[in-house]
């Protein structure tokens, strides 16, 4: 039997604000335990939530960028549920009236352009951390994070494979960093990633019954996971078991997940309109000034890359990957006047360079305007491709300037017809068997003369010239 694997996924995305959704108390990741933790935040007897204005106005920027609806008044409820990290012993989200409903972010997998639906977006508080590798026989809470303000943003079930999702899963990190409403960064949980994975026979319209991978922190786990319940819950159905619906966890030593609780519907959690807090009213004039504050979106940026500066749809999707990179290729592309070149250096050269480095492309220690000049030197010719590598290894080292590194390196490409002429000729008479080889035949010779030619002229030779002097003087 042939089985298709169903996935929607359920991201929540911490909003940067600097306090709290219901409270005053700081955001600020890293503080010592249970510091940031105000008499709202842990349910003290009498105290009142107060909504921070700075998390709504997250929220429109999101509902606006994906296309949603705003709902103008909208509600939040109270998820009842007993867990130790959770002081009042339920969660102020949203259920019935969320503020985002109904939009759509496009991706592209396996070099195909999807579209998948965003049934909502919600906001919620989180709820503090129990901590366990510290206390022996014991569990510690950090109350810290309760009540830090996120939107989660629950995608309807259109993905059906692991390069979907993940291809979703970054397209909305890019979205919700570039319009400044998250950090993105995982590794502090700014934004976590639920999967909901079934299974059904190819063909069939139902849906099997699914099961929730929760709290992934990276897209690589976020593959990995789907992979491993996909495949389990195929082999289970096969071996005539039965799949329950329930809350497992990936655990990244063994590559596999595990059951952690059988899983409850919404009637389950007693929702309820919170009494304290009165309904949300959007005024459309605040909506107005959040949609002119927008930045252009990648999307669109993308879409003026490939009509602008005539760069492929893939190259366009990668140099939008973050605002920074996109400003940082524009730059470049401005300054050289060769956005093509711009393009392969800073998605090559450039990119690999920072992986090695860990760093990030606000951390290059190439600014645009020296990897513009760089590219302009090898369009007037004062550079090859190879010494242009040499001079960037030399801008990324801090040694100067480009024409600066050029001057001190002796790096100026060989361009001169008659010097040229001269190191071709001296190649062919010291090199006569790969002459003969060439002349009987043998393309390989060819190269391996170019070879000798570059290497007497040290590599700054014009390599189109070589190639060029080399079949005029062989016919």
Not at 58 to 86: E, M, Q, S, W
Not at 147 to 156: A, D, F, H, K, Y
């Amino acid at each position: 039997m042939k089985w298709e694997t169903v996935i929607g996924l359920e991201v929540h995305t911490q909003l940067a604000t600097q306090s709290k959704i219901f409270s005053g108390s700081s955001t600020a990741f890293g503080a010592a335990p249970n510091t940031q933790a105000s008499a709202v935040d842990i349910a003290l007897p009498g105290v009142l939530p107060v909504l921070n204005k700075g998390a709504v106005e997250c929220a429109i920027r999101f509902g606006l960028a994906v296309g949603a609806t705003l709902n103008r008044v909208n509600v939040f409820d109270r998820k009842n549920y007993f867990y130790p990290d959770l002081p009042k012993g339920y969660q102020i989200s949203q259920l019935a009236k969320p503020i985002v409903e109904h939009g759509a972010l496009k991706i592209v997998a396996d070099g195909e352009e999807k579209t998948i639906r965003i049934t909502r977006a919600h906001m919620e508080e989180d709820a503090g951390k129990s901590l366990h590798e510290d206390f022996h026989g014991m569990t510690g809470i950090d109350l810290n994070r309760a009540g830090t303000p996120l939107l989660e943003i629950v995608s309807e079930p259109d993905m059906r494979s692991s390069a979907e999702a993940v291809a979703y899963a970054r397209a909305l990190h890019t979205l919700v960093t570039w319009i400044g409403i998250c950090d993105g960064n995982m590794q502090e949980g700014s934004f976590r990633v639920d999967a909901n994975v079934s299974v059904r026979p190819v063909g069939q319209q139902e849906f099997g019954t699914r099961r929730e991978i929760k709290n992934l922190n990276s897209f690589r786990f976020l593959q990995q996971a789907i992979d491993y319940e996909a495949r389990w819950q195929i082999e289970t159905l096969e071996d005539g078991g039965r799949i329950q619906q329930a809350t497992v966890l990936f655990d990244p030593d063994t590559g596999e997940t595990r059951m952690m609780r059988s899983k409850e519907e919404a009637h389950d959690y007693r929702y309820f309109p919170d009494p304290d807090l009165l309904p949300v009213r959007l005024d459309e004039s605040w909506i107005e000034a959040v949609r002119a504050a927008l930045p252009e979106l990648p999307a669109a940026m993308q879409a003026r890359f490939q009509r602008e500066y005539g760069v492929s749809a893939y190259d366009a999707a990668v140099l939008t990957g973050s605002r920074a990179l996109a400003a940082y290729f524009e730059a470049v592309a401005q300054k050289s006047g060769q956005p093509k070149l711009a393009a392969n250096w800073v998605m090559g050269e450039l990119t690999a360079a920072l992986n090695r480095s860990e760093l990030d492309i606000a951390q290059s220690p190439v600014s645009a305007t020296q990897l513009g000049a760089l590219i302009s030197r090898i369009q007037d010719g004062t550079l090859s491709g190879k010494l242009a590598r040499q001079v960037f290894e030399g801008l990324w080292e801090g040694a100067g300037e480009v024409d600066a590194i050029i001057a001190a390196r002796g790096l100026t490409q060989m361009s001169d017809a008659g010097e040229l002429e001269t190191i071709v000729d001296a190649v062919l008479a010291a090199n006569q068997k790969s002459v003969e080889e060439f002349r009987a035949g043998k393309e390989k010779a060819f190269n391996a003369l170019v070879g000798q030619v570059m290497k007497a002229s040290r590599g700054r030779a014009n390599p189109a010239q070589v190639n060029d002097l080399l079949k005029t003087k062989l016919q």
